[in-house]
């Protein structure tokens, strides 16, 4: 992400990153996509336990050692690639759909000076955007989204997971200056 600088004669009015509430649901979604996958290996080790216990009288560590030991049995084969899949799929999951979500909001700011609205998405490019307030008609807040009405755009510009949304809108229409 690019250093977001602040000119020396700007005042910085609020620095503000995305609520803590925000990332409920993709932790909620880690704990669900982390028991599932977890619970179906646990099957399959299972299984691969009942086999060891059956065919040895003792139980074998590691999946792949007892279809070393057992080369003719094509269904613990199976069963060992489709446990590293459920692995495989497990990791990919998590982070598509829950840590780089968690990653990228800690990363996200909002800063509003007392020229520029300054917004950056946490991304790995992070994108900015600065609006200058000259340019800023109207603001307003539903719930923990601000909506922000500049010249020459037909629809706002909507910040999501403000925190003190209304304070946030209240301090950014003092700063507007009417036409």
């Not at 050692?65 to 990791?91: G, H, K, N, S």
């Not at 996200?108 to 917004?119: G, K, N, P, W, Y």
Request: net charge positive.
């Amino acid at each position: 992400m690019t250093k977001l600088t602040i000119d020396p004669q700007e005042h910085l009015l609020a620095d503000l990153s995305p609520q803590r509430r925000s990332v409920i649901f993709p932790v909620l979604e880690l704990i669900i996509i982390t028991g599932l996958a977890w619970l179906l290996v646990g099957l399959i080790d299972a299984h691969f336990d009942s086999v060891a216990r059956s065919t040895f009288g003792a139980v074998y560590s590691p999946p792949s050692q007892i279809v070393a030991m057992l080369p003719e049995d094509q269904t613990l084969m199976v069963l060992l690639w489709l446990r590293r899949a459920v692995l495989v799929a497990w990791v990919v999951l998590s982070w598509t759909r829950c840590i780089r979500h968690l990653v990228f909001r800690s990363r996200s700011r909002m800063m509003l000076t007392d020229e520029r609205l300054i917004t950056a998405t946490g991304h790995w490019r992070s994108e900015i955007a600065q609006i200058p307030l000259a340019h800023i008609v109207d603001a307003r807040h539903r719930g923990s989204d601000v909506a922000l009405y500049t010249m020459g755009a037909r629809m706002p510009v909507v910040l999501h997971n403000v925190p003190k949304a209304k304070k946030f809108v209240r301090l950014l229409k003092s700063e507007i200056r009417p036409l």
